[in-house]
């Protein structure tokens, strides 16, 4: 389950905290994240760092639309395997 929490406070609201709630609203509709949660959340304290996004632990500053959406989509990271050498 993907958590994701965007700030709506006066400082985050004015720079694409609403946008960022619509396009991941969009996304989870288009591509039909059934483990995706969001949610709006007051402010964070990080006032001058405008707009931030929580996405489970991991905060994002300074957060763009389309990063927050891609970080989303591709969350978690994958973990690439290690392979051993025969020999």
Same mark, same amino acid.
């Not at 619509?22 to 402010?43: H, Y």
């Not at 929580?54 to 763009?64: K, L, R």
């Given at each position: 389950?993907?958590?994701?929490?965007?700030?709506?406070?006066?400082?985050?609201?004015?720079?694409?905290?609403?946008?960022?709630?619509?396009?991941? !609203?969009? !996304?989870?509709?288009?591509?039909?994240?059934?483990?995706?949660?969001?949610?709006?959340?007051?402010?964070?304290?990080?006032?001058?760092?405008?707009?931030?996004?929580?996405? !489970?632990?991991?905060?994002?500053?300074?957060?763009?639309?389309? =990063?927050?959406?891609?970080?989303?989509?591709?969350?978690?990271?994958?973990?690439?395997? =290690?392979? =051993?050498?025969?020999?």
């Amino acid at each position: 389950m993907t958590h994701v929490q965007v700030c709506r406070w006066k400082a985050c609201k004015s720079n694409f905290s609403e946008y960022i709630l619509k396009r991941l !609203d969009g !996304d989870q509709k288009r591509l039909g994240l059934r483990n995706l949660v969001v949610e709006e959340s007051m402010c964070m304290g990080m006032c001058k760092k405008w707009p931030n996004v929580v996405v !489970d632990e991991d905060v994002m500053n300074y957060a763009e639309p389309a =990063k927050v959406s891609e970080r989303v989509i591709k969350w978690p990271p994958k973990i690439k395997k =290690k392979y =051993k050498k025969k020999g």
